[in-house]
């Protein structure tokens, strides 16, 4: 196995947040920093020319439009891995930047931990989803307890939204319906839910489903 590090670029357009951001890497002795860049046009200047392997890529900057950043990125070879980092989480956001083609939808508000444990997972092919709980504090847990989700539990949560069955939800997805029980029993341990009712609405208000119930 490789002991190489993991290649990073940074792109955000504040600059106290870059280094930041970059110390907080460079502690851990897996992660490497290989660019910075403050705009969409030089984030692809950058990535393709530090071959990175993951790109951690603010979804506002100057000179940005992610969908579009996230198409050109994909195009560099070998392709890196995207992140994004965001202060404002919306159900639609992530919908759409996981269908370009993203890996990971980081709330800024996560702890290093977190992002750290995401990076590594994203690293090994993981697509995971994490996003702060608002709005789910109950006393017990914490409003901003943040959320993980994988691609494959979204969808099915999304599809628990429509009010599918399981056996609906396993024919939607190609998969079976102990598959789909899996899922479910991993998305309400992930959403501390009870019910499927509790794990959408859980859900919407994490910004991870639209709020259409």
């Given amino acids: 196995m490789s002991t190489e590090g993991i290649r990073i670029v940074i792109a955000d357009d504040h600059t106290l947040l870059r280094e930041a951001l970059r110390d907080t890497l460079l502690v851990e002795e897996d992660l490497l920093v290989s660019g910075v860049a403050g705009d969409g046009e030089e984030v692809l200047a950058v990535a393709a020319r530090a071959k990175p392997h993951i790109v951690l890529l603010d979804l506002e900057m100057p000179k940005h439009d992610p969908i579009r950043t996230v198409a050109s990125l994909r195009q560099i070879i070998p392709a890196p891995r995207i992140i994004i980092l965001t202060m404002h989480d ?73 009010a599918l069955s399981n056996r609906q939800i396993a024919s939607r997805l190609s998969i079976t319906e102990g598959t789909v029980k899996r899922h479910l029993r991993n998305i309400f341990e992930k959403l501390d839910a009870n019910s499927r009712i509790d794990a959408v609405r859980k859900a919407q208000g994490a910004s991870l489903l639209p709020a259409y119930l």
Wanted: hydrophobic fraction near 40%.
């Fill in 90 to 162: 919306g159900a639609a956001s992530v919908h759409k930047l996981l269908n370009a083609g993203v890996s990971a939808y980081v709330s800024k508000n996560v702890s290093r931990q977190h992002l750290v444990s995401t990076i590594r997972s994203v690293r090994a092919g993981q697509a995971v989803i994490v996003a702060t709980s608002g709005g789910l504090g109950d006393g017990t847990h914490p409003a901003d307890r943040p959320i993980s989700l994988s691609r494959r539990e979204l969808e099915v949560l999304d599809l628990v939204a429509e």
